[in-house]
């Protein structure tokens, strides 16, 4: 065997070891989040006296969960693939990337904001948003890209390590974030006209599209929090 092809070999096994590892921890950051979301559902139920506003958790497999709560639903999703960091990243000009390039791999989370009733009626055409989504390395720390509360709680990816207080951190923000996230009438321009179609076959949940934020440019929430750390 030459030396070329000794080279070639051993970066196919580090590599293949670095995203083996990346991808474990990933897995086992989504259980945090999902044991986190099972915690919170368990304590409104003893904590809440009359519980009329439904607080639940759903398995959806492997990969994914979700939480429902009032007229929302988070869906936690999680990639089986691992991402490299791009380059235009601020944090890439960090010493913590600088140190070690094998930094910048990582499994990914998304959180994902649903209506209740989409999925009650279901109304395929209706969009969910994505709130936020998590970037876990081989090391464990993290770094969160989102809007508002949940990109601001964790934004040092070198100082940041996802555990059980962080997965509780985020998990609340999201579903904080939720909460003050409301359903906008949509202009009368964009609803004017339905098709027999829609009449006939969904008369309780007519297929035109219905979203938070539908026919607005998100204005409010426009703002898009990166992880980073300024040296």
Known sequence: MNIQTKSLFKQLINKGIL??????????????????????????VSNSTENKVVFEFRDRGEFEFEVKFAGDILVFLMHTNVFEIPRQYALMRTSYIKQDKNRTYCGIINIYNFLA?????ARENDLGYLIGRIF????????IEGKKEIGMIYNNFEQSILNTESAHEIVTSAIEYTINFDLLIPPFE??????????????????????????????????????????
């Open 19 to 44: 995203k083996q590892k990346v991808y474990a921890n990933t897995v086992e950051s989504f259980q945090l989040f999902k044991q986190e979301v099972l915690k919170l559902a368990e304590a409104y």
């Open 136 to 143: 876990i390395n081989h090391e464990k720390h993290f770094l």
């Open 117 to 121: 009733d989409s999925f009650k009626y």
């Open 190 to 231: 964009t609803v004017k006209m339905v098709s027999v179609f829609d009449i006939q076959k969904h008369t309780q949940s007519l297929s035109m599209r219905t979203a938070k934020r539908l026919g607005y440019k998100f204005q409010a929430d426009e703002k898009k929090i990166e992880g980073h750390h300024k040296d």
